[in-house]
């Protein structure tokens, strides 16, 4: 079947490494999605990996995918306050076209 | 050009009322879709729309009804809507070419408040 799962919060210190974590129990996952919401706003799309990739930098961030373990992963270095948001993992499956997302994790950057 | 724009950002409405929310892209994206938000939940899908036809729709009560008049606008009809109704409504598009051809871009939606 089909889950996302994500830790609730995490809080981090202007400056420092941001690390959120993500497990999916869908093996036909096809794209793994990170999506940044601000208050308020709708989703932006910040990244996203193909299933046979295991790593993939953008600037501040980069995204590393375990398959094995279904564990994807989402940092961003040297975080600053705007980076304070949710950030929602989400998956596409084989042959649907509707994304399935996890539960979010708020960021809270602290100055 | 990734926008996706959604017409109006805020609504309050009665249980009686009739309103409407708009959604455009211009991408040439021929899949669109509309997801219902409550806070501090993630999206839950609502509609697809694929080449201008409904191609899913999750058991969303018909007392929603979507629209896609072409292929860059998508509508969504309320009527008699409920309280518990009130929900950030997004809208996203994707190429529908398959692959990464198949990530959507999302709206800033519209926050819609039931009274």
């Known amino acids: 079947g089909e889950d996302v799962e994500q830790s609730l919060f995490l809080s981090v210190r202007e400056g420092d490494s941001s690390v959120i974590n993500c497990t999916y129990t869908?093996?036909?996952?096809?794209?793994l999605y990170w999506y940044k919401q601000e208050p308020g706003a709708g989703l932006q799309l910040l990244t996203y990996i193909f299933s046979n990739m295991d790593m993939k930098q953008d600037q501040r961030l980069t995204v590393l995918l375990n398959k094995k373990d279904k564990h994807l992963s989402l940092r961003i270095a040297d975080t600053q306050t705007g980076d304070s948001a949710i950030y929602f993992c989400?998956?596409?499956?084989?042959?649907?076209?509707?994304?399935?997302f996890g539960s979010g994790t708020r960021l809270q950057v602290q100055p | 050009d990734t926008e996706v724009t959604q017409t109006p950002k805020h609504l309050v409405m009665g249980m009686t009322n009739k309103k409407s929310l708009k959604c455009e892209q211009h991408m040439g994206h021929r899949a669109m879709y509309w997801y219902k938000q409550k806070a501090k939940k993630p999206p839950e899908l609502m509609f697809v729309y694929s080449y201008e036809k409904l191609s899913i729709n999750e058991s969303v009560p018909s007392r929603f009804s979507p629209e896609c008049p072409n292929s860059s606008l998508l509508n969504l009809h309320l009527h008699a809507l409920q309280p518990e109704d009130s929900a950030l409504y997004l809208c996203?598009?994707?190429?529908?070419?398959?692959?990464?051809?198949?990530?959507?871009?999302f709206g800033p939606g519209t926050r819609l408040l039931v009274l």
């Open positions: 989400a998956e596409s499956l084989e042959g649907r076209r509707a994304l399935t």
């Open positions: 869908d093996s036909s996952s096809t794209y």
């Open positions: 996203a598009s994707s190429q529908t070419q398959g692959g990464a051809g198949e990530t959507q871009y």
